[in-house]
C-alpha cells in the first residue's frame, strides 16, 4: 500500500490529520481557541502564564497559532523546547538569543539574561516572549532562575512575557511551598481540556475537508470509537484517524466503519 493509492481510492488530496498544517488552518474547538486567546492577552500584558494539558492535547500548537497570530513586529520570540539542559544553559540560551555573549559564572548570567530581555523592550521596542516547552521537566533551580528573571525591578512591568508549556505536573511543582514567590507572579493558568464528542467529530471532519473530502468519509459509530479511546486528545484522534482509513482501504471498503475503527485501536495500542 502506498499514501498515494489510499488518497486516490478516497478522493484525497492530501494526507489528512497530518502535522504540516499552517496555524490558520487549524481546527479551533473550545479549548484550542480560549488557549489562543489567553496565550495572546497574557503576550500583551508582558505577564506570566503556565499553560497545561495532557500529553497530545495541543499546548505547542496553541502556543504556535498564538504566537503566528501577534504582530512580529514588535516581539521576539524565545523557544526553549528542551528543559532538561539546565539552569545555566537555558539562561545562556536566552542571552545569545537575544544576540549577547553569555558570561561564564551563574551569578553574572542571571542578571545579563534579566538586562539583555530588558533592553530588547526598552531600546529596541520589541517585547521579548520566552516560551519554555516541556517545562514539566524545569528543576527547581530552573525555576527559581525563572522567578529571579522576572523579580529585577518589581515597581515597574514586566519587560517580558513568558509561558511555561507542560504537563499537569507542572502546575503540582509550582505550588510547592519552596516555589510560592514564583507562584504568586502568575498571571494566566489554563489547562487545555480534550475535545468534546461533537468536537471531535468536528475536528474529523475539518480535516477531511483540508483534504478534499466534504462528504462522510466516518461513520457515526466510527467517528464514536476514535472519541471514546483517544479521550478526545488531537495527537491520538489524529493517530487513529490514519490508522481506521489505512484499515478501510486495506479491506476496499468505501468508509471508514466501526470495524475498520476496531481494526485501527487494536493496532495502535498494541504498540
Known amino acids: ?13 492530501r494526507t489528512p490529520f497530518g502535522r504540516d498544517l499552517a496555524p490558520g488552518m487549524l481546527h ?8 489562543i486567546a489567553r496565550i495572546t492577552w497574557c503576550v500583551n500584558e508582558r505577564a506570566l502564564g503556565v499553560i497545561t494539558g495532557e500529553v497530545g492535547a495541543g499546548k505547542t500548537v496553541a502556543v504556535r497559532a498564538a504566537l503566528t ?9 524565545i523557544y526553549l523546547g528542551n528543559p532538561t539542559i539546565g539552569a545555566r544553559a537555558t539562561h545562556h540560551a536566552i542571552v545569545a538569543a537575544l544576540g549577547g555573549v553569555p558570561k561564564p559564572h551563574m551569578a553574572t548570567l542571571i542578571p545579563q539574561a534579566a538586562d539583555a ?8 521596542g520589541r517585547t521579548p516572549v520566552l516560551v519554555i516547552d516541556e517545562a514539566h521537566l524545569l528543576d527547581h533551580a530552573q525555576l ?14 514586566s519587560p517580558f512575557a513568558c509561558l511555561l508549556v507542560g504537563q499537569p505536573t507542572l502546575r503540582r ?14 498571571a494566566l493558568r489554563y489547562t487545555l481540556h480534550p475535545m468534546t464528542p461533537p468536537e471531535t467529530a468536528g475536528y474529523l471532519k475539518h480535516h ?44 476496499d471498503k468505501a468508509i471508514v466503519d466501526e470495524s475498520a475503527t476496531r481494526a485501527a485501536v487494536a493496532e495502535v495500542t498494541s504498540e
Not at 479551533?28 to 488557549?35: C, F, G, P, Y
Not at 497570530?69 to 520570540?77: I, K
Request: glycine fraction near 6%; aromatic fraction near 2%; avoid cysteine.
Open 117 to 124: 530581555l530588558a533592553t530588547e523592550q526598552a531600546e529596541r
Open 28 to 35: 479551533r474547538h473550545t479549548a484550542h481557541a480560549e488557549a
Open 144 to 157: 527559581e532562575g525563572i522567578r529571579m528573571l522576572t523579580n529585577q525591578d518589581m515597581d515597574s512591568r
Open 173 to 186: 511543582k509550582i505550588r510547592l511551598g519552596v516555589l510560592a514567590a514564583l507562584d504568586q507572579r502568575i
Open 69 to 77: 497570530g501577534l504582530d512580529p513586529t514588535p516581539h521576539t520570540t
Open 1 to 13: 500500500m502506498t499514501i498515494e493509492r489510499l488518497q486516490a481510492h478516497y478522493g484525497l488530496t
Open 208 to 251: 477531511l475537508a483540508l483534504a478534499g473530502r466534504t462528504d462522510t468519509l466516518f461513520s457515526d459509530d466510527a467517528t464514536a470509537l476514535i472519541h471514546q479511546t483517544s479521550r478526545g486528545l488531537p495527537r491520538a484522534v489524529n493517530n487513529l484517524a490514519i490508522q481506521a482509513l489505512v484499515a478501510a482501504f486495506t479491506a
